[in-house]
């Protein structure tokens, strides 16, 4: 008989109680048995939305409009739940009308603290994987038997000609590929729209210097993770060639060297024309959805600095620099202090440039290695492997902390940091570099996740700032000269001018492919609404506009980082799934618009 004190007691009871209410569709009695600040945060499997409900009064409002259709049942534990620190813990699987999900529970002496619910798979469209997997062969005797090879070929020729996708993505780094590669496992034609020529450019073209700066136990792609001997921080080109492995591995239709031109939704057949030019030649593509993969970085923001066009050396955008290679002995300001702007200083100052940041604003530096053991090591490491926490659970467990706390969970991990690199801090401030911790102290990810800026990951151009080997001036641009720049009133000689200046919203790109009017429909992307810097209010508990329904009707974001677009695109491709197939997808609280850009 189990104990009902015991931790898999008290979850397993908890889950019977929350069963029998939503089975009577009883919204109230589930809400009650929730701690009054409780969160349900859910992933498309009752809301068809990425939604947070805070309170009970919240959380009683979505029971009562998607009980009806969602009929969320069979709630049980996984596995023994855990108990610390007066919380219990445990994991969760329970199905709906349409799929089976997964989920977390943390249960406190008020009631649960937190609940995540979200959609695995669907009901009737599940991955053929494992048992369910394709035979590959047909193993009789066919005169008019086609190889693989020839099935794929045949399939190349006809999509986005003959036959319509269902979906185009465009943008086809990191993001577009791992959602496409998603939607390929559930059968929804897709095709993937890429400008440069190869897949894995958009990594390639960069600077030859960089790397990525988030570690490899971060950075896995769906389905296929990066091998055990894969460097912790892999270099660009690197990254790009294994991208392109990718797209020919889980067989994505990817027309490289195309370039969208524009599109426009047609509202009485539900479908998109979007124009492309392949190789050279026009083609338009009808699909019925159309998810914007482009990035965070995607549109550059290009200031308009009096006297640019007077300056008699090169100026171009972080964006768009090559490399350190060919400005030895020359003079380089770069104009900005976030993580390309030090790349950028530390590669021109290792090929001997002489090279000045200039900082407008203050930075939150965050030392690597610091960074991966106080703020990574428990979820991505070969510490968390070897303590059973695979990608997979680690991505849950992060998803498991609704965004209105994870200021206070951050907050002691970047006073510790702060504590612990107090040299590296004192020395900076030295030189005049304006440091913080976000505006609340809690660090790297909640700036990441409110601006997308602010923050430079330390590899090692923090040491050359302190010890005065680039060389640091503080202060608003004031206007660039023939031979220079100005700022606050003194004039730093240059031979380049790198502008690290960030980009645009993400609905930049929806502004410029599709209008300007889509683009303020849908309204400002990515942002949670925490009324801090470029984080207007009111408070959305989510990331605006990303992975999840738009007031623009088959009009989808999909981005941010590697951890992000790989575990995101698992719920994104599930709602494109369910659409294809005419499974009703009623959305709970559709993303309102409340700034333009």
Not at 171 to 181: K, P, S, V
Not at 359 to 368: E, F, P
Request: charged letters at 25%.
């Amino acid at each position: 008989m189990m104990d009902v004190q015991s931790p898999t007691g008290k979850i397993t009871t908890w889950l019977a109680q929350l069963d029998d209410a939503l089975a009577k569709e009883d919204a109230a009695a589930a809400a009650a048995l929730f701690a009054p600040a409780g969160f349900w945060r859910d992933f498309v499997s009752l809301t068809w939305n990425l939604k947070t409900l805070e309170g009970r009064a919240e959380i009683e409002a979505m029971l009562r409009e998607t009980l009806p259709a969602a009929k969320p049942r069979g709630f049980r534990l996984v596995g023994d739940a855990t108990e610390a620190d007066g919380t219990t813990e445990g994991w969760i699987e329970f199905e709906t009308a349409a799929g089976r999900g997964e989920g977390h529970l943390r249960l406190t002496a008020d009631g649960a603290f937190t609940l995540l619910t979200t959609l695995r798979e669907l009901k009737g469209f599940e991955e053929r994987k494992g048992p369910q997997r394709e035979q590959g062969v047909s193993h009789h005797a066919d005169p008019n038997r086609k190889t693989w090879k020839e099935k794929r070929e045949e399939e190349q020729a006809r999509l986005g000609y003959q036959d319509q996708p269902y979906v185009v993505i465009i943008g086809g780094g990191q993001g577009g590929i791992g959602l496409a590669a998603r939607l390929r496992r559930l059968d929804v034609p897709t095709l993937v729209i890429e400008k440069n020529p190869r897949a894995g450019d958009s990594w390639r073209n960069r600077y030859k210097s960089l790397c990525l700066h988030d570690p490899v136990w971060y950075d896995h792609l769906p389905y296929l993770p990066f091998p055990d001997h894969w460097p912790v921080f892999a270099p660009k080109d690197k990254l790009g060639d294994w991208l392109e492995s990718y797209v020919k591995i889980m067989e994505i239709n990817y027309w490289s060297s195309t370039l969208c031109e524009g599109a426009r939704y047609d509202e009485a057949k539900g479908e998109w024309e979007v124009r492309v030019v392949r190789e050279g030649k026009p083609v338009t593509l009808r699909p019925k959805q159309l998810v914007l993969a482009t990035g965070m970085s995607s549109v550059p923001n290009i200031p308009d600095i009096p006297g640019m066009k007077d300056f008699k050396g090169t100026i171009h955008h972080s964006s768009n620099h090559p490399g350190g290679d060919a400005w030895k002995g020359k003079r380089a300001v770069v104009i900005g202090s976030n993580n390309s702007a030090h790349d950028i200083c530390a590669d021109l100052w290792e090929n001997g440039a002489d090279v000045t940041m200039v900082q407008r604003t203050s930075t939150h530096i965050a030392r690597s290695e610091t960074l991966m053991e106080l703020a990574l090591g428990d979820l991505y490491s070969e510490k968390a492997l070897a303590a059973g926490v695979t990608t997979h659970m680690a991505d849950m467990i992060f998803a498991s902390l609704p965004y209105r706390i994870l200021p206070d969970i951050q907050i002691p991990v970047y006073a510790e940091m702060k504590r612990r690199d107090a040299d590296l801090y004192e020395r900076l401030e030295k030189r005049g570099f304006l440091l913080d911790f976000g505006e609340d102290g809690s660090g790297l990810f909640c700036k990441y996740l409110r601006r997308g800026s602010g923050y430079y990951i330390d590899v090692g151009a923090s040491e050359l700032i302190a010890d005065g080997k680039i060389k640091l001036k503080v202060g608003k641009t004031e206007r660039i000269t023939a031979g220079g720049v100005v700022v606050d009133g003194e004039e730093l000689p240059a031979d380049l001018i790198v502008l690290a200046t960030g980009y645009a919203s993400m609905n930049g790109w929806a502004a410029e492919l599709i209008s300007q009017e889509v683009a303020d429909k849908v309204g400002k992307v990515w942002g949670m609404g925490s009324g801090t810097t470029k984080d207007p209010g009111p408070w959305e508990g989510e990331l605006r506009n990303m992975w999840k329904p738009t007031q623009q009707p088959g009009l989808w974001f999909h981005g941010g980082n590697l951890h992000q677009s790989r575990h995101y695109s698992l719920y994104l491709s599930l709602q494109l799934k369910a659409r294809m197939e005419g499974v009703a997808t009623p959305v709970y609280g559709l993303q309102e618009t409340h700034h333009k850009g």
